[in-house]
Nanobody, 126 residues
């Protein structure tokens, strides 16, 4: 059974950086899309970034474009989210997720993903 395990969250000052990792145990991500989502208290889970595992194409939410970078390491079966120039509004629990189907199309909605990690807390202080 495939499991996703996130790591790398923590407390950082505004303007700082963090790198999140999402490692898969079991099967690989081949032919799937991997996404990062986040959920702040009292808010809905929102799409942050996605990457097509096979093609390497990426897509970002407008709120993080130019500051966050999603990437993958095929050999390590790991997807990353490099977060730079962090803002207080980036504070949330961050989740990685695998697409429901084998596809190269990056869905920006949570229902497009059916395998989720446990989440990692990112807190940005002013």
């Amino acid at each position: 059974q495939v499991q996703l395990v996130e790591s790398g969250g923590g407390l950082v000052q505004a303007g700082g950086s963090l790198r999140l990792s999402c490692a898969a145990s079991g099967r690989t991500f081949s032919s799937y899309v991997m996404g990062w989502f986040r959920q702040a208290p009292g808010k809905e889970r929102e799409f942050v970034a996605g990457i097509s595992w096979s093609a390497g194409s990426t897509y970002y939410a407008d709120s993080v474009k130019g500051r966050f970078t999603i990437s993958r390491d095929v050999a390590k079966n790991t997807v990353y989210l490099q977060m730079n120039s962090l803002k207080c509004e980036d504070t949330a629990v961050y989740y990685c997720a695998r697409s429901r189907y084998r596809t190269s199309l990056i869905s920006t909605t949570a229902r497009g993903y059916d395998l989720w990690g446990q989440g990692t807390q990112v807190t940005v202080s002013s």
